[in-house]
């Protein structure tokens, strides 16, 4: 297939490597020219993924709209703060049958909407039946490596999941399908709070106990959120769910726990976000996931502290207090009050 990648960051070049080792025609979309000219002269991409040779096949442009036009299949890979921007600018030259993969992990910030909600609202109807959501346990750095990893897709259209699967999936990234959009949405979303959480529990030298408690907490509030927005519950004990939580809370690789380990280890966000250089979704997902926890009356007791620690200046200590001395509990609410 003819393959246009929107966004040349650390995980938009994995996956070119993927789609190019499957013998697809490759053209990646460069912000800056000097990034595309690098990638098409020297095949490497140095600032987002230093040391790996990408196959020669790959080619890219900083032309956006050249990137799309002709495609048979377009996979958007910018941060979520850029994707309705992006999503608008090329929504004119994408051919009508193209398949539409986004793997994205993020909300919007103003409207606290899912990536495929944006693009139903900023791609062409006929399109829309074509979009479908990647995401799982996969850090760039080991795809492009072609270490053993498995994602899944899914669509509103079965059809769509598979022929989604069937141009990704090889002997190393292993594809599975699921229904769910909703429910891969959010936990690829949310999961980077936790994982922001259990960095600063990692700075703060807190242990093993700390962050299983954190994983598996922040994975029962996920999938409440969730489910009140319509995912299968199911969903979140699968690779979206906490195969991404247990890959984004434990892996060095993780920016979102990186950032946390350096909250805890005393810096500021501002100090921590200038020296990251690449995106740390979770910081916007907390206050998008904090505000609609607010609006649907979810309670989200890890994605609220947190929102403290970023936003208003909580020592991360003391969110570790007030965590730990809510009123006590039922593990289960739903099943204890049946
Ligand atoms: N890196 C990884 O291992 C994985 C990342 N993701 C998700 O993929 C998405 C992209 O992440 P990465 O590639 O890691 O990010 P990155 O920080 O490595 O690269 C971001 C890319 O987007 C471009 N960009 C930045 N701001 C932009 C804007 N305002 N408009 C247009 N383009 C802009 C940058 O020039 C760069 O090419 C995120 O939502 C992330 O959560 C999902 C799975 C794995
Ligand atoms: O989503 C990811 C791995 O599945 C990447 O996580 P980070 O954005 O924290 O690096």
Redesign the pocket.
């Known amino acids: 297939m003819r393959v246009g990648i929107v ?6 070049t994995a996956l070119a490597i993927v789609l190019a080792d499957n013998a697809h025609q490759v053209e990646i979309w ?2 800056r020219s000097e990034q595309a000219d690098e990638i098409n002269r020297n095949h490497t991409n140095e600032e ?1 993924l230093p040391g790996i040779q990408l196959p020669d096949t790959i080619k890219a442009s900083s032309k956006l709209e050249q990137v799309v036009e002709g495609k048979e299949m377009i996979l958007f ?6 994707i309705r921007q ?1 999503a608008r600018q090329v929504s004119g030259y994408i051919p009508q049958e193209a398949l539409i993969i986004h ?4 909300l919007e910030l103003e409207t606290h909407k899912r990536i495929s909600e944006i693009l139903l609202e900023e791609l062409p109807v006929p399109l829309h039946e074509r979009i479908a959501v990647l995401s799982g346990p ?3 750095e080991e795809v492009s490596k072609r270490s053993p990893t498995t994602v899944v897709v899914a669509s509103n259209s079965i059809k769509t999941a598979e022929e989604a699967q069937d141009a990704l999936i090889n002997q190393h990234f292993r594809v599975y399908t699921n229904p769910d959009v909703v429910g891969l949405e959010i936990g690829g979303a949310l999961k980077n709070i936790i994982a922001l959480g259990a960095g600063i529990s990692d700075g703060l030298q807190f242990g093993d106990n700390a962050k299983a408690a954190l994983m598996t907490r922040g994975l029962a509030e996920i999938s409440r959120l969730g489910v009140y927005m319509g995912a299968n519950p199911l969903t979140f004990s699968g690779l979206a769910g906490v195969g991404d939580l247990i890959v984004t809370c434990t892996s060095k690789h993780s920016r979102n726990w990186r950032a946390g380990n350096m909250l805890g280890q005393g810096h500021s966000l501002q100090e921590v976000l200038s020296v990251m250089g ?2 740390v ?1 979770g910081v916007k997902t907390t206050k998008a996931s904090y505000e609609l926890s607010f609006q649907c009356g979810i309670e989200m007791p890890i994605t609220q502290q947190l929102y403290q620690v970023l936003f208003e200046n909580k020592e991360p200590r003391k969110a570790v207090e007030d965590l730990m001395g809510r009123l006590k509990t039922h593990e289960m609410e739903e099943v204890a009050h049946n």
């Open positions: 966004g040349s960051g650390s995980w938009g460069a912000r987002y890979v910018v941060p979520s703060h850029s992006v793997a994205i992990k993020g996969s850090h760039a690449m995106v979704e």
